[in-house]
T-cell receptor, first 114, second 117 residues
Framework: KNQVEQSPQSLIILEGKNCTLQCNYTVSPFSNLRWYKQDTGRGPVSLTI?????NTKSNGRYTATLDADTKQSSLHITASQLSDSASYIC?????????????FGRGTQLTVWP | EADIYQTPRYLVIGTGKKITLECSQTMGHDKMYWYQQDPGMELHLIHY???????EKGDLSSESTVSRIRTEHFPLTLESARPSHTSQYLC????????????????FGPGTRLTVL
């Protein structure tokens, strides 16, 4: 069964600190993995997208890594800001259908305190 | 920011009412999607469309219906709303190629928060 598991479920950090969010998946055949940021009451916004051959990708203070062998990904946030408070969702796409079906994790709820 | 819009953003209605949630995108994307999301839970695909006159049911069974008469417009309708329909509804659209590379990256609208009393 294709699944995406994220940890931790929630995380509280102080402003300026770094943090790392984890994602494990069982989706096969694998196409790509994306990290989305979803602010409360808003739609998800893409942060990074990685294909099988990419093992790291950065977007400002966000750095995602991918280990396709162990089927694990992480999202590292550097020097956190209050505006980073949001849900971070790991999404994996398969290449077994023309639709490019997406499998969503439940997200990690990050809260940044001043 | 993606050019995909949803209205209304918030809706509170009584049981039995008929409602239509609007979704429009100006990016010329062929594929469009509707997701349902409850608090703290993953998004569930309820409808999708490959293009005009194409509609398909997603993974999660839903009593809603959709139509795709124009490329840019993908409305979702509930004929008779019930409290069990209370949820957040997210619309998305996707491109097939980015510089020749197939990504199927989906762009999401801001969502409609529906509450049925």
């Amino acid at each position: 069964k294709n699944q995406v598991e994220q940890s931790p479920q929630s995380l509280i950090i102080l402003e300026g600190k770094n943090c790392t969010l984890q994602c494990n998946y069982t989706v096969s055949p694998f196409s790509n993995l994306r990290w989305y940021k979803q602010d409360t009451g808003r739609g998800p916004v893409s942060l990074t997208i990685m294909t099988f051959s990419e093992n790291t990708k950065s977007n400002g203070r966000y750095t995602a890594t991918l280990d396709a062998d162990t089927k694990q990904s992480s999202l590292h946030i550097t020097a956190s800001q209050l505006s980073d408070s949001a849900s971070y969702i790991c999404v994996v796409s398969d290449r077994g259908s023309t639709l490019g079906r997406l499998y969503f994790g439940r997200g990690t709820q990050l809260t940044v305190w001043p | 920011e993606a050019d995909i819009y949803q209205t209304p953003r918030y809706l509170v209605i009584g049981t039995g009412k008929k409602i239509t949630l609007e979704c429009s995108q100006t990016m010329g994307h062929d594929k469009m999607y509707w997701y349902q999301q409850d608090p703290g839970m993953e998004l569930h695909l309820i409808h999708y469309s490959y293009g005009v006159n194409s509609t398909e049911k997603g993974d999660l069974s839903s009593e809603s219906t959709v139509s795709r008469i124009r490329t840019e417009h993908f409305p979702l309708t509930l004929e008779s709303a019930r409290p069990s329909h209370t949820s957040q509804y997210l619309c998305a659209s996707s491109e097939n190629k980015v510089g020749g590379k197939r990504t199927n990256e989906q762009f999401f609208g801001p969502g409609t928060r529906l509450t049925v009393l």
